[in-house]
């Protein structure tokens, strides 16, 4: 991987309730780091980390520390970084979590298992030069979270995707949102990408539980509110041009996290929503803000 590269592993989670949500990332060449953005090295080998947020009734938790070269491992079925790690079997992602919170100490720990149906075609080119690739590999699975740190277990469905680059995000990209839904034979995925040209791409996919891509024809944009405190844009695409928010999880200067309530292919269905803005997590007031809540540990 070239200085500014970037490869990142991401896992969606939601229980068969809705009230419980996990998200783990697993970052090589840590993107949003603002430690990478201030390296002259642009080393991503010596930024890694493994981001764990938990979302719900019993616990909201958020983990992101970053470690240098010296706590990653990787093969071809396995990466680790620090105590924290995923493995592939063949049939089962198994991801070991063993992370702390910041400012306020509290840690995260335990496994979560991933049993996909089977894997999509692959990967997608988010720019017209092909430096920025997604591969959504496993849509909707079937996954199981047994924490000890906090004590929760249960069952539902996750999304597993891989995202690798040859370039830094905010060279490439101005923003983008990014949606999924499960649905009752699969899942359909929303990818609306604005880029730093000028130009979009948006990306309408939908695929059968056990991969297999199917037709859906690109909705029409539906407004959604801005963000109550960083007054974040959202914007989504559904069946009607409608869609509301259900709950919001993540509101920060360049980031929301929402669950939202809208059709899809003629379903009635509560997608996992994000906005991202690259313009805002390049002001370097926001890149000093995110240390609070992203220390960095070499060793």
């Known amino acids: 991987m070239d200085r500014d590269g970037y490869v990142w592993w991401y896992v969606d989670a939601l229980s068969a309730d809705g009230r419980q ?3 783990i990332i697993a970052f090589i060449g840590s993107v949003f ?15 890694c980390a493994v981001n764990v947020v ?6 909201n938790r958020f983990c992101m520390t970053e470690r240098g070269r010296a706590s990653l491992t990787r093969d071809a079925d396995h990466i680790a970084i620090g105590p924290s790690g995923l493995s592939w079997d063949g049939t089962t992602l198994t991801i070991r979590i063993d992370e702390v919170t910041a400012p306020i100490p509290k840690r995260v720990r335990g496994t979560v298992r991933l049993r996909p149906g089977g894997i999509t075609p692959g990967p997608h080119h988010l720019d017209a ?5 997604w591969w959504p590999m496993a849509p909707s699975s079937p996954v199981e979270v047994a924490l000890t740190e906090p004590d929760l277990n249960w069952r539902g469905t996750a999304y597993f995707d891989t995202n690798h680059g ?11 949102t990014w949606c999924r839904a499960d649905l009752q034979a699969g899942a ?3 990818y609306d990408v604005h880029r730093r040209d000028g130009s979009r791409q948006d990306l309408t996919l939908c695929f059968t539980a056990d991969g297999t891509p199917r037709d859906i024809d690109p909705p029409p944009r539906a407004e959604l509110p801005a963000t109550r405190v960083w007054r974040m ?21 360049f980031y929301a996290r929402s669950q939202l309530s ?29 240390p609070f809540r992203m220390p960095r540990r070499v060793g």
Not at 54 to 59: D, I, N, P
Not at 166 to 173: N, P, Q, R, V
Not at 277 to 285: D, F, G, W
Request: aromatic share 10%; hydrophobic share 35%; no cysteine.
């Open 129 to 133: 030069a092909g430096q920025h690739r």
């Open 21 to 23: 949500g996990l998200t």
């Open 54 to 59: 938990l979302y719900g009734e019993r616990a």
């Open 188 to 190: 359909a995925i929303l």
């Open 233 to 253: 844009p959202r914007q989504t695409r559904s069946d009607d041009g409608r869609a509301d928010i259900v709950r919001t999880f993540e509101d920060t200067p």
């Open 166 to 176: 040859d370039t830094s995000l905010e060279a490439a990209f101005r923003d983008w």
């Open 262 to 290: 809208t059709t899809l292919r003629g379903e009635a269905v509560r997608p996992m929503h994000e906005s991202l803005s690259l313009r805002r997590y390049a002001n370097p007031l926001v890149r000093l803000m995110l």
């Open 33 to 47: 780091s603002p430690y990478y953005a201030w390296d002259p090295t642009r080393d991503p080998f010596d930024h």
